[in-house]
């Protein structure tokens, strides 16, 4: 597996320069960092690139080091926003009743979902739906149809670096599932 830096290079450093020009307008910025992301995810590698959970924040670690010193600490300091937002993001939703909440709220409510019974596997991709859905925007172009085939890879890789934690509070969910049913509201008739 080859370094999503070297990978990208080319486009990394095409676009380096544009970047460190709109110091100080973040709103150009955040549309030069949207472009190079789009670029990332359109291009094809050689040979199978890892890309980083936060693909925006990998991006603008790269280009810290070419930012003049105080431009570098404004970049710090938006850098741990946004770091800051992404893990209280997900202690919020974590905090807001916690696993029987998630749990419940993703349960499946049509009885055509309960035919087959629901693994691990299948139950996560209910109960951390948006986190599933993040995981694959940031990997490929959602909005290119051409691009759909590379979902179930995504969508296993993600799988893979789940924690065992939750990866039991998964299974511990399919399990739920499993015993009750469908809700007696959608029974067919």
């Given amino acids: 597996m080859s370094d999503w ?3 990208y290079s080319e486009i990394l450093s095409s676009y380096v320069g544009m970047y460190k020009e709109a110091r100080g307008n973040l709103e150009l ?3 030069i960092l949207a472009e190079v992301k789009g670029k990332i995810l359109e291009h094809e590698p050689l040979h199978f690139v890892e890309l980083p959970p936060n693909l925006r924040v990998a991006i603008q670690m790269e280009w810290l080091s070419q ?3 105080e431009d570098q600490q404004d970049e710090i300091a938006i850098i741990q926003q ?3 937002l992404a893990f209280t993001g997900k202690s919020k939703e974590d905090a807001g009743g916690g696993e029987n909440a998630r749990e419940e709220k993703a349960r499946p409510t ?6 087959k019974a629901f693994t691990a596997f299948t139950a996560a991709q209910q109960v951390f739906k948006e986190e599933m859905d993040s ?3 940031e990997r490929r172009d959602t909005k ?13 890789q993600w799988w ?11 299974g511990r969910a399919a399990e739920k599932w499993n015993k009750l049913g469908a809700p007696n509201e959608t029974h067919d008739s």
């Fill in 110 to 115: 049509k009885a055509g979902d309960y035919k």
């Fill in 135 to 137: 995981y694959d925007r």
């Fill in 67 to 69: 930012l003049d010193p």
């Fill in 29 to 31: 910025r955040n549309e």
């Fill in 144 to 156: 290119d149809p051409k691009t759909i085939g590379q979902r179930t890879r995504i969508v296993q």
């Fill in 5 to 7: 830096k070297q990978a």
């Fill in 82 to 84: 946004i770091l800051t």
């Fill in 160 to 170: 893979e670096s789940l924690s065992d934690d939750r990866k039991a509070e998964a």
